[in-house]
C-alpha cells in the first residue's frame, strides 16, 4: 500500500496521559499536514511541514500539542497532558510542492479521552 | 477555524436519482477539492479543480469551479448505495497551503 499511513487507527487515553500518533506520508510527497476534525464538522487545519520544516502552525495547536517530522519523511503528533476536549479524529495528509496540490489522507487515529 | 458553507447539509435520495450539491465561500479559492468520507475513515479526493469556470467529470461525478472562486459544486448522476458518505469540498488558496473544508453534506441513497 503505498497510500497516506497513520498509526494507530484508535487510541483511547486517560486524562492527563501524553499519547503520540504517527504519519508516513506517501514517499515522493515532501508536505505533510495535520488536521483535526470533530463529530459532524469537516476536518481543521493544525500543522503544515515542507520537508523537515515546519511551516505554519493553527491557533488550535496549543502549547500541548507538539509535531515533529525530523528526516523529512514520517511525522509525529504529540499531544501532552491530555483532556477531554481533544478527544477527535487526527488525520494526516500529504501533497508535492507547487504545480497542482492535491492533498492525500490517511485513514486518520481516532482518540478518545476519557 | 473558517469552514466553508456546503448545503445542504443532508439528503435522502433513491437509487438512480441524480445529486447536486454546492461549497461557497466568503473568499476566494485558487483550487477547489472535494473529498468523501466513510465512518471511521479519513477523506477520499474525489475532483480536484485548479481554473475558475472549470468542469471536470470523474465518472459519475462532475464538479464545477465557479467563475467568481467563491463557489464549487459537484454532481453525482445515477446514485447508487456506495454513494453513501459524507462529501466535503475544500479550497485552497495561492498564498496558503492548508485547506479549508466545507460543513459537509451528508448522502444517503435508500433502495
Known amino acids: 500500500d503505498t497510500g497516506v499511513s497513520q498509526d494507530p487507527r484508535h487510541k483511547i487515553t486517560k486524562r492527563g496521559q501524553n499519547v503520540t500518533f504517527r504519519c508516513d506520508p506517501i514517499?515522493?510527497?515532501?508536505?505533510l499536514y495535520w488536521y483535526r476534525q470533530t463529530l459532524g464538522q469537516g476536518p481543521e487545519f493544525l500543522t503544515y511541514?515542507?520537508?523537515?520544516?515546519?511551516?505554519?502552525k493553527s491557533r488550535l495547536l496549543s502549547d500541548r500539542f507538539s509535531a515533529e517530522r525530523p528526516k523529512g519523511s514520517f511525522s509525529t503528533l504529540e499531544i501532552q497532558r491530555t483532556e477531554q476536549g481533544d478527544s477527535a479524529m487526527y488525520l494526516c495528509?500529504?501533497?508535492?510542492?507547487?504545480?497542482?496540490?492535491?492533498?492525500?489522507f490517511g485513514q486518520g487515529t481516532r482518540l478518545t479521552v476519557v | 477555524g473558517q469552514q466553508l458553507n456546503q448545503s445542504p447539509q443532508s439528503m435522502f435520495i433513491q437509487e438512480g436519482e441524480d445529486v447536486s450539491m454546492n461549497c461557497t465561500s466568503s473568499?476566494?479559492?485558487?483550487?477547489w477539492l472535494w473529498y468523501k468520507q466513510d465512518p471511521g475513515e479519513g477523506p477520499v479526493l474525489l475532483i480536484a479543480?485548479?481554473?475558475?469556470?472549470e468542469l471536470t467529470s470523474n465518472g459519475r461525478l462532475t464538479a464545477q469551479f465557479g467563475i467568481t472562486r467563491k463557489d464549487s459544486f459537484l454532481n453525482i448522476s445515477a446514485s447508487i448505495p456506495s454513494d453513501v458518505g459524507i462529501y466535503f469540498c475544500?479550497?485552497?488558496?495561492?498564498?496558503?497551503?492548508?485547506?479549508?473544508f466545507g460543513t459537509g453534506t451528508r448522502l444517503q441513497v435508500t433502495l
Open positions: 495528509a500529504t501533497s508535492l510542492m507547487g504545480g497542482n496540490t492535491e492533498a492525500f
Open positions: 514517499s515522493e510527497h515532501n508536505r
Open positions: 511541514f515542507q520537508n523537515e520544516a515546519q511551516l505554519e
Open positions: 473568499s476566494i479559492f485558487n483550487t
Open positions: 479543480l485548479y481554473k475558475a469556470g
Open positions: 475544500a479550497g485552497l488558496t495561492g498564498t496558503a497551503s492548508k485547506l479549508t
